[in-house]
Nanobody, 131 residues
Framework: VQLQETGPGLLNPAQTLSLICTVS??????????WGWIRQAPGKGREWLGA???????YYNPSLKSRTAIFRDTTNNQFTLQLTAVTPEDRGVYCC????????????????????????WGQGTKDTVSS
């Protein structure tokens, strides 16, 4: 399974960050699989932004939910992150990742939102917001 992020690289404050993750080797609608977005700002730990399930259900980090949207394009096997009204605090490396959930999203919520224990990862894309 391979994941590849594409994004703008540089944004101005208040713009919308839009990142696409293209998945190859597994359909994003494969039963039991969840696809997430995780970021890491300079000098900080990983932060889970949200995820979209094989069913299309979406889950968001409560602290970012008002600015975040995740949706998918099943024809092209892609899922997209949109983060509105960016500020310099949103700069960092953004990664897409996938994992299989066996016991259900509720039972495995801790693992899903950890932003760490995913099976497959993209290389990450560095996005900067000018200050």
């Amino acid at each position: 399974v391979q994941l590849q992020e594409t994004g703008p690289g540089l944004l101005n404050p208040a713009q919308t960050l839009s990142l696409i993750c293209t998945v190859s080797g597994r359909s994003i609608t494969t039963n039991g699989y969840y696809w997430g977005w995780i970021r890491q700002a300079p000098g900080k730990g990983r932060e889970w932004l949200g995820a979209i399930a094989f069913s299309g259900l979406t889950y968001y980090n409560p602290s970012l939910k008002s600015r975040t949207a995740i949706f998918r394009d099943t024809t092209n096997n892609q899922f997209t992150l949109q983060l509105t009204a960016v500020t310099p605090e949103d700069r960092g490396v953004y990664c897409c990742a996938g994992t299989r959930v066996i016991r259900g999203a509720t039972a495995e919520a801790g693992r899903l939102v950890s932003g760490i224990d995913y099976d497959d990862w993209g290389q990450g894309t560095k996005d900067t917001v000018s200050s």
